[in-house]
Nanobody, 126 residues
Framework: QVQLVESGGGLVQAGGSLRLSCAAS????????LGWFRQAPGKEREFVAA????????YYIDSVKGRFAISRDNDKNMGYLQMNSLKPEDTAVYYC???????????????????WGQGTQVTVSS
């Protein structure tokens, strides 16, 4: 099992930026895919971005392309989500997730991801 701890959320005005961090422990970090999901009030949890084991492939939901950037530092066992040009519709709890079955970040389905952090709140005011 993997333990994931998110940080970096907060309140920001529209157009602003935040950088979320995900600290991982418990298993070798540089062999599994890492993802970010979000869940807004009254909505289902949705895929935001994912990155493969060595950081060479990244995937995004269409609504964040060009604004968000996912990355990882395998030496530090850390994952990141840089969020720029934030919009009120980005308001949600953001979760870091690990897919321990593969290093290739192939799935956008919530149930395919094995380990989850506790989430960090991101609120974007208009």
């Amino acid at each position: 099992q993997v333990q994931l701890v998110e940080s970096g959320g907060g309140l920001v005005q529209a157009g602003g930026s935040l950088r979320l961090s995900c600290a991982a422990s418990g298993r070798t970090f540089n062999v599994y895919a890492l993802g970010w999901f979000r869940q807004a009030p009254g909505k289902e949890r949705e895929f935001v971005a994912a990155i493969n084991w060595n950081g060479t492939r990244a995937y995004y939901i269409d609504s964040v392309k060009g604004r968000f950037a996912i990355s990882r530092d395998n030496d530090k066992n850390m994952g990141y989500l840089q969020m720029n040009s934030l919009k009120p519709e980005d308001t949600a709890v953001y979760y870091c997730a690990a897919d321990l079955t593969t290093g290739w970040a192939n799935s956008r389905i919530v149930s395919a991801w094995d380990s989850w952090g506790q989430g960090t709140q991101v609120t974007v005011s208009s």
